[in-house]
């Protein structure tokens, strides 16, 4: 049975961008999927998930897979069309949840919600995409579309880019399902050598390069630590290879690790390098698991701060021997502020709990698809 028998709407919910180094993007769609399902909502989860092992195995028995791999090229986007229309036909699906790719959607006249995980979309109304975007820009000025922004510094910056009012936008922040299961983590031992972690795709945008130098730094200063970096990607030989040939710090690459939970057992607290970030989910995974962590103030980063005690923000300008001193000043002070755990712990279950995240969501989806719940 599909979702015009329900009174939730019958979802597709969107990702094209699934690979082996799979990130926040493509784990909370499929967070958005289980959820949906969880709440009666028939959801169909559409993407190359199977690219992803570690992801496929976690899709809910409640929610149908259509496994896809949008093809590239010049007919790339008419033939996810294609495929996505088969689906919403199949499925007889009443809105679509968009966490990707939007210019398929494009041939296609069912409701779209734009869940925008990034601010970086190149919508410059000129060159090859030009077409496109002042179509995407139509969609939602009709009301047709929606776009929701994981953090406000997303929807602000895509409201800019596009020419729309932000009034015709929405935020909802992420949250994820397995918060209680960090919350469960013993905290951190804090003993010699300190356990400081860096967790997250080893792409140029996350500058995971730029913690060899911390390191260096908070080595030099005399705390007796190692840094251990957990994720995969495209420089992932060179992060190895600098690690392998440090000598005035201790580096290990830890690769990349599928739960959560055994990541952050492992760590006292964590830095977090990119000058940009969109959202940045291992802000509030750090703060539910208890472990504080370190990163700029700059992007969407400040709005993941559930409870100040365990979240240090270092001002731009982006210089890193501000930052290794920051990262020094939380772990002289780290035994009090682990004395704040709990209420910290509270606080990141409140503000991002998946259940609140696909509450909102479903609401949007409703009012996309005109059902009324």
Aim: with cysteine; proline share 6%; glycine share 10%.
């Amino acid at each position: 049975m599909t979702g015009s028998a329900h009174e939730s709407p019958s979802v597709l919910v969107w990702s094209s961008l699934v690979g082996e180094n799979a990130g926040g993007q493509e784990r909370m769609a499929l967070e958005l999927a289980n959820g949906l399902a969880s709440k009666g909502a028939y959801t169909v989860l559409m993407g190359p998930y199977s690219n992803c092992p570690a992801l496929s195995a976690q899709i809910s028995e409640l929610v149908h897979f259509e496994d896809y791999v949008p093809k590239r090229g010049l007919f790339g986007h008419p033939l996810s069309a294609l495929a996505i229309r088969r689906a919403v036909r199949k499925h007889r699906i009443d809105v679509i949840s968009a966490n990707g790719s939007l210019f398929p959607l494009l041939f296609l006249g069912t409701p779209v919600v734009w869940l925008a995980h990034g601010a970086s979309a190149d919508t410059r109304f000129g060159g090859t995409r030009a077409p496109f975007w002042r179509l995407v820009r139509k969609r939602l000025l009709s009301g047709r579309w929606h776009l929701v922004g994981v953090s406000g510094y997303v929807a602000r910056t895509l409201c800019d880019k596009l020419g729309i009012s932000l009034t015709a936008a929405s935020v909802i922040y992420n949250g994820v399902s397995y918060l209680s299961r960090l919350a469960e983590l013993p905290p951190p031992e804090v003993r010699s050598p300190l356990r400081i972690g860096l967790v997250g795709r080893l792409e140029p945008d996350k500058r995971p390069l730029d913690l060899f130098e911390i390191a260096r730094r908070v080595t030099r200063s005399g705390i007796d630590c190692e840094f251990l970096i957990y994720g995969s990607g495209s420089l992932e030989a060179e992060v190895s290879r600098r690690a392998g040939a440090a000598t005035e710090a201790s580096v290990q690459l830890m690769g990349m690790v599928a739960d959560p939970c055994e990541i952050y057992d492992g760590l006292d607290m964590l830095i977090h390098l990119r000058r940009d970030e969109d959202f940045g989910l291992v802000s509030i995974e750090a703060q539910a698991a208890g472990r504080p962590i370190v990163a700029w103030n700059a992007g969407g980063i400040p709005e993941t701060v559930a409870h100040p005690a365990f979240v240090k923000l270092v001002d731009p300008p982006f210089d890193l021997a501000r930052y290794a001193r920051a990262v020094e000043d939380v772990v002289r002070d780290l035994p009090a502020l682990l004395s704040h755990t709990s209420a910290v712990r509270a606080a990141a279950a409140d503000k991002f709990g998946g259940e609140r995240m696909i509450e909102e969501h479903l609401a949007l989806l409703r009012k996309g698809a005109q059902i009324d719940g």
